[in-house]
C-alpha cells in the first residue's frame, strides 16, 4: 500500500448533529483540511422535483403543498410521506397526473397528523435519550403548538424553577429538536414571556405530543386555557380561538376519561362560547369558511338553550348558504326554530322563517311566488309588534325580491328602500348594504335613465368602502358594467366587470 500513500482521497461521512456533538464533541476539532457543516433543507422548488421523482408523471399543486407543509424541505420526510400517501390511497393518478384525495374536517380530526412510522420511530428514540430537563419541557411545550415562549412552559410548570426550565430549553436548543425563534410571527402575550421558541419540524411536536396520556393531555390543555384566559382578559377578542380550540382540546381527552361528566360538560360550554365569539368576527370579515368551522363547533359543544348558541346559529346558515351548503343551511335553520320556540324566543324563531324562505327564493323561486308573500307579511306584522328592525329589513327584502322577480319594479324599488333604511336602523351594515345591492339591481332593469342608475351604484360603491361589505362592491360593479355594455363601451365593461376579487360576505347575527 505504499505505492498510495500519497494519493489524493476525499472521505465523505453523513451524521445526525445531535448524536455527532453528544458522542463527539470534539470533532473535526480543527484538524488540516477537515471541513463539517450543515445540510439545509431542500428549497420548495427542488422539493416539487424531489416528489416528481418519486411519483414519476405530473403532479398537482395540492400534492406539492400538503407535502411541503409536512416536509418542510427535509428529504427523508419527503420520500416518507409521499410513500405513506400512496399506501393509504390518498394519492390517485388520472391522465398521467397525481392528485390528492382531500379528506373532511372531521376525518382529518379523527387521523390527526399522523406521522410515518419510519420517521415516528426515529424521533422518539431521540426524544427517548433527553435527559429529565428536557423531558419535562418538550412536551408541555407541545401542548401550546408549533411556536411558544418561555413564559408559555412556565405557566404549564407553575412549581417548577424558571431557570431550570430555560435550561431544559437550552438542552433542547443544543439537540435541535428546538430553536429560538426571534421572526415577526413569534409575538409574545406579554412583555414578561421571555425568549421566543419554535419546534424545528411539525413532526417533532408531534410526536413529542403522542408520549402524553390523555389525562395528561386534558390536564395541560385546560392549564394552558385557564392562564391564557387571564393573560389575555383585556384582548379577550384576540385569543378567542386559541382558548377556545385548549378548552376543546381539553374537553375531548377528558370527554375520552368520563363521558357526560360534569367537567367535560363545564370544558364543552367554555370551549363553545370562545368558538362563538370567534365565528361571529369572521362572519363579520366574511370568512365564511371559519364561520362554518367555529360556528359549527360551537352550536355541537353548547347546550341547545345556550343564548350563544341561538345568536349563532343564524350566522352559519347564511355561511352555509353562501358556500353552497343548502341542505346544511336549511337543518341550521330548522334547529334555529326548534330551538327558540323552545325557550320562547319569538323573534328568533321568525328570523329562522325568513332564513328559509330566502333559500327557497333563491333556488325554488316558483315556489317561492306561489307562497312567499303570505308567509313574509305575516313575519313583518309580528317583527312590527316585537320591535325588530332587522327582521323588518330581511322581510321588506324579500318582498323586494318577489316583486322584482314578479315584474313590478316600482313597488320593488320601495320595498328595497324601506328595506335599507330598517338594516341602518338596525345597525346591520351586511343586511344595508345587500338591501343597497338589490335596489341598484332592480333600478337597472326599470324605467329610471342610465345615468341616474349609475350615480346611485357609484354611491353604492362609496358605501360598499365605508361599510367593509365586499358583496356590494361586487353588485355596484357588475351593474355598472351593464351599462358601459348598453353605451357600446365593451373595453370598459369588461374591466368593471370583474372587480377585485375578495371573499364572499356573510353577516354576524345579532
Partial sequence: ????????????????????????????????????????????????????HLLGGRVDQAVHAHVSEWAQGFPLLVEELVSNLRDAGRLRTANGRWTLEVESEEAAERRGRTVPTSIHTLLLARLDRLGPRGRAV????????????????EALHPDAPAAELATGLQELVRLDLIRADHGPT???????????YRFRHAT????????????????????????????????????????????????????RL????????????????????????????????LVQAWLGRATRLLPADHPERLAALP?????????????????????????????????????????????????????????????????????????DRLGLAKSWHLLAHLNWTRGRLTQAVADAERAVTLAREAADPYWEANATGLHCLIL???????????LRSRE??????????????????????????????????????????RSPRVRSSR
Fill in 1 to 52: 500500500m505504499a505505492e498510495y500513500a500519497d494519493a489524493p482521497l476525499m472521505l465523505l461521512c453523513m451524521a445526525r448533529p445531535d448524536e455527532l456533538f453528544s458522542r463527539r464533541a470534539q470533532w473535526p476539532g480543527g484538524k488540516a483540511n477537515i471541513l463539517s457543516f450543515l445540510l439545509s433543507p431542500l428549497p420548495e422548488r427542488e422539493g416539487e422535483q424531489l416528489v416528481v
Fill in 186 to 196: 413569534s409575538t409574545p402575550l406579554s412583555p414578561n414571556s421571555g425568549p421566543g
Fill in 315 to 387: 350566522a352559519l346558515a347564511e355561511a352555509q348558504q353562501a358556500s353552497g351548503r343548502l341542505a346544511e343551511a336549511t337543518t341550521a335553520y330548522q334547529e334555529l326554530a326548534r330551538s327558540a320556540t323552545a325557550v320562547g324566543n319569538e323573534s328568533l324563531a321568525l328570523h329562522a322563517t325568513i332564513g328559509r324562505l330566502g333559500i327557497t327564493a333563491l333556488y325554488d323561486p316558483r315556489q317561492f311566488l306561489r307562497e312567499g308573500r303570505d308567509e313574509v307579511e305575516l313575519a313583518i306584522a309580528a317583527f312590527e309588534r316585537l320591535g
Fill in 204 to 255: 417533532i411536536k408531534t410526536v413529542a405530543y403522542g408520549r402524553l396520556p390523555d389525562d395528561r393531555r386534558a390536564e395541560l390543555h385546560e392549564r394552558y386555557a385557564d392562564w391564557l384566559e387571564r393573560e389575555t382578559e383585556d384582548r379577550r377578542s384576540q385569543f378567542d380561538e386559541i382558548v377556545g380550540h385548549h378548552f376543546y382540546e381539553a374537553f375531548r381527552y377528558m370527554g
Fill in 460 to 501: 353604492a360603491l362609496a358605501e360598499a368602502e365605508r361599510s367593509g361589505v365586499p358583496s356590494l362592491a361586487v353588485t355596484a360593479h357588475r351593474v355598472l358594467a351593464r351599462i358601459a355594455a348598453q353605451r357600446n363601451e365593451l373595453d370598459e365593461a369588461e374591466d368593471t366587470w370583474t372587480p377585485p376579487t
Fill in 258 to 289: 368520563d363521558p357526560g361528566g360534569e367537567q367535560v360538560r363545564d370544558l364543552a360550554r367554555r370551549a363553545g362560547v370562545r368558538y362563538a365569539a370567534a365565528g361571529q368576527r369572521a362572519a363579520v370579515r366574511g370568512d365564511a369558511r
Fill in 138 to 153: 418538550i412536551e408541555p411545550a407541545a401542548v401550546v403548538g408549533q411556536q411558544f415562549h418561555l413564559g408559555d412552559v
Fill in 444 to 454: 337597472y332593469w326599470g324605467p329610471l335613465p342610465l345615468d341616474a342608475v349609475e
